[in-house]
């Protein structure tokens, strides 16, 4: 079956001249499987099924069940073309040869297409027969320009702008792109406006002490290497890591260094650093490992496609198996789910944000910054100067009860009840 114009992509790309196959599943785009197929990837970071449909829309990819038929059934789709598609919708929840959602729950009708629809990024590339693997900075100002021309609101620029910059972050970690284009300075573009940083997620040590205590909770279905590696993975996160970082350590980077125990982190560029670990995380860790070699030497044979020369990761799935960054990520929030002091922000929660709270945490215990710089693997030490001035200060940073205080000292000295002495009338 051929593909009817149904895609955004078809949609938007129809409106232009182009060459090629009419009918091609994504106009201008060179290798559409690898990138679709990063995107999927991209998009399983966030732990809620909607929260990535939503973004999908906001790129402008298909993210209904009817469009995504479509888009699988395109003849002129290259190798791998269907199953990338397949991938992608398991992605949404979505189940592409149906005209339903595969997990159908209570929502609202879907909104009306807005004015801006055909302006999403991937539609917008579509259109003008850019690859977006091949994009540079010219063209997001461009797309910017015409957003403002067609009267979208500030805010709505910078929140495809963000969400632009965060998918080419992950592109360009994963070698796709040379660089991130969306990577522009919003103060220049005029989108900088004045904003509050109270809406980041910065987390108490209350809240991490919670965390902890739901890793370790027996929960329903969890055998104790489950849970041993739950809580140690809530224990490195709390040393500034990555969640990148902890998926690629292997058990090889843990040793001895100075008498300590420590982790050889393959940091970003391939500047590794050495990670020395608490005697509390030493001994999570520890634990783990003792209770995972004696669960898989007991019960499992070598997972399929593992060989005994190769790497062992130092954190792995059940099968034994390295975890990726998604699993870590839904891990997070599903043991902040089980906790009541952490279930509002459970869907909020992120790996990153236990980072934050290890730069705050340490500046505020009396850490020096170049010494925190070299913990987390920064390049500069303004981006761990920028991390902690943009985290919601501690009552103790601010100087608002200084000046209270001085207010009143100065009132109680020039008290105008008290009465002049007639010397000083005279």
């Known amino acids: 079956m051929k593909m009817t114009k149904n895609s955004p992509l078809e949609r938007a790309a129809s409106r232009t001249p182009k060459t090629g196959h009419p009918h091609e599943p994504w106009p201008g785009a060179e290798q559409p499987v690898r990138l679709l197929a ?15 449909r939503t973004y999908a829309t906001g ?5 209904g069940p009817e469009e995504l038929a479509d888009w699988a059934a395109a003849e ?33 009708p879907p909104a009306a297409p807005g004015k801006l629809r055909e302006l999403h990024w991937l539609r917008w590339c579509a259109a003008h027969r850019i690859d977006p693997l091949s994009a540079h900075s010219a063209h997001v100002k461009a797309w910017l320009d015409e957003l403002a021309t067609a009267e979208a609101a500030r805010t ?5 702008l963000a969400t632009l910059k965060a998918l080419y972050a992950h592109l360009a970690e994963t070698g796709l792109t040379s660089g991130n284009p969306a990577a522009l300075n919003r103060r220049r573009l005029g989108l900088s406006g004045n904003r509050e940083t109270g809406h980041a997620l910065n987390l108490t040590v209350e809240q991490v002490r919670a965390l902890y205590t739901a890793a370790a909770a027996p929960r329903r279905g969890a055998s104790p290497q489950d849970t041993a590696r739950a809580t140690t993975v809530i224990a490195l996160l709390t040393l500034g890591l990555r969640v990148s970082e902890m998926c690629a350590l292997n058990r090889s980077d843990l040793h001895t260094t100075r008498g300590r125990r420590a982790l050889r982190v393959p940091g970003k560029g391939d500047k590794p650093r050495i990670v020395y670990l608490p005697e509390s995380v030493e001994t999570t860790l520890t ?21 005994s ?24 929030r599903r043991l902040a789910g089980t906790s009541p002091e952490l279930r509002e922000i459970a869907e909020a929660l992120h790996p990153h944000a236990l980072r934050h709270f290890y730069v705050t945490t340490a500046v505020e215990s009396g850490a020096a910054l170049a010494d925190v710089q070299a913990d987390l693997g920064h390049t500069s030490i303004a ?23 001085t207010l009143q000292s100065t009132t109680e000295v020039t008290d105008p009840t008290t009465e002049p002495d007639e010397a000083e009338e005279d």
Do not use: K
């Open 38 to 52: 990063a995107i999927a990837d991209w998009l399983a970071g966030y732990g809620n099924a909607a929260t990535r």
């Open 59 to 63: 790129l402008g990819l298909p993210a």
């Open 76 to 108: 002129s789709g290259p190798p791998g073309w269907g199953a990338t598609v397949d991938a992608y919708a398991a992605v949404l929840g979505l189940d592409p040869r149906t005209p339903t959602p595969a997990r159908t729950t209570r929502r609202p």
């Open 156 to 160: 709505t620029r910078e929140r495809m």
């Open 287 to 307: 634990d783990y490992l003792h209770t995972r070699d004696a669960t898989q030497q007991n019960n499992r044979p070598a997972p399929r496609g593992q060989t």
């Open 309 to 332: 020369s190769g790497p062992q990761p130092l954190i792995s799935t059940r099968s034994g198996r390295r975890c990726t960054r998604q699993g870590l990520w839904q891990l997070l």
């Open 383 to 405: 981006t761990t100067q920028s991390v902690y001035n943009h985290a919601a200060r501690h009552p103790e940073r601010s100087a608002a009860d200084l000046v209270a205080t």
